[in-house]
Nanobody, 123 residues
Framework: QVQLVESGGGLVQAGGSLRVSCAAS????????MGWFRQAPGKERESVAA???????YYVDSVKGRFTISRDRAKNTVYLQMNSLKPEDTAVYYC?????????????????WGQGTQVTVSS
């Protein structure tokens, strides 16, 4: 059974940094595309960043240059480093593992979800 467990969310001031982590069990993160989504109150869940099994990455335009997705094979963990945070980054952040062979990083391609971790950026 695949489990994704997020950690590292919290409250930070605008301009600050946070790193959220996603520890996986039952699936090797380096063999599948992995990603992060976020959902703010009253808004749809959106794809934020993803990393393919080959290592190439994807970022939504609003976080390019500020967020970095990475993975640690030894720890079987995926990270999202978030710098220069803005109040509009406030959301619940969800880790996702994509279906093998699904090219697009959309909700429909997610096979497993984590439970989510709250990130709040104060102005």
């Amino acid at each position: 059974q695949v489990q994704l467990v997020e950690s590292g969310g919290g409250l930070v001031q605008a301009g600050g940094s946070l790193r959220v982590s996603c520890a996986a069990s039952g699936r090797t993160v380096s063999l599948y595309a992995m990603g992060w989504f976020r959902q703010a109150p009253g808004k749809e869940r959106e794809s934020v960043a993803a990393i393919r099994s080959g290592g190439s990455t994807y970022y939504v335009d609003s976080v390019k240059g500020r967020f970095t997705i990475s993975r640690d094979r030894a720890k079987n963990t995926v990270y999202l480093q978030m710098n220069s945070l803005k109040p509009e980054d406030t959301a619940v952040y969800y880790c996702a593992s994509f279906t093998r062979g699904c090219y697009y990083f959309t909700i429909g391609c997610v096979e497993y979800w984590g439970q989510g971790t709250q990130v709040t950026v104060s102005s």
